[in-house]
């Protein structure tokens, strides 16, 4: 184990990370295995022993994340329409991106924003904002703003875990990302609950509807 940490510390000090914290950025923005938020968050970690500097993996992680996105969204845009008829129908994937249509659809910008923290969200929203031709500008306007506040967040729930165990990396990288894993949870239970909110409305109107015209 503790080659491991020296070797994570030695990464983590080489001005090599910056540029590969980029690259996993971006390859995550359309190809979702790559887990660009445990390498910002692991940085996060070691940023609170000063190596690497937390404002240039802050910066440097969502510069990576937008380019990422804008990748995935050519990439709809080109593409995306006849990618999304061949999921299966009743696949998770055609659930997520029905999901992202439909909010595209009501919310827009807001959808890209939450879309940041749900599993594989990220890549269905912004490709599906291609293959609908969402409007370019205001696709970077408000991709911005997610990848900036995905950055700011995974880079701090690292530091904050580092800071807590400074002698312990491996405790604070844990804690770390026990902390995503949470907020990632909690969004997760908020869409499943709205989902099904969202089901039961209609099916309450429907029974109203028939108990009035059973009155009359």
């Known amino acids: 184990m503790q080659l491991v940490l020296d070797l ?3 990464t983590m000090s080489s001005p090599w990370v910056y540029l590969a914290l980029f690259a996993v950025a971006v390859v995550d923005g359309f190809f979702p295995v790559v887990p660009s938020e445990t390498a910002v968050i692991t940085a996060g970690v070691f940023a609170a022993t000063g190596q690497p500097a937390l404002s240039v993996v802050i910066v440097v992680a969502a510069a990576g994340a937008l380019v990422g996105d804008h990748i995935s969204y050519a990439i709809g845009r080109r593409g995306g329409g006849r990618l999304l008829t061949r999921l299966p129908e009743q696949g998770r994937r055609r659930a997520v991106y029905t999901w992202a249509s439909r909010g595209i659809a009501v919310r827009g910008g807001l959808i890209l924003t939450v879309a940041r923290y749900v599993p594989g969200g990220r ?5 599906t904002m291609g293959a609908t031709r969402f409007p370019r500008s205001r696709f970077l306007m408000f991709d ?3 990848a900036g506040t995905w950055g700011i967040y995974s880079a701090l729930v690292g530091y904050l875990g580092g800071l807590a165990f400074e002698q ?9 990302l026990g902390l995503a894993f949470s907020v990632t949870v909690m969004v997760e239970t908020a869409r499943w609950a709205y989902r099904r909110r969202a089901r039961s409305l209609p099916a309450a109107a429907e029974a109203g509807a028939r108990g009035s015209i059973g009155d009359a």
Do not use: F, K, Q, S
Not at 123 to 127: D, I
């Open 8 to 10: 994570l510390h030695e």
């Open 123 to 127: 890549t269905a929203v912004t490709m």
């Open 168 to 176: 312990d990396p491996l405790r604070g990288l844990l804690l770390g």
């Open 144 to 146: 911005a703003l997610a």
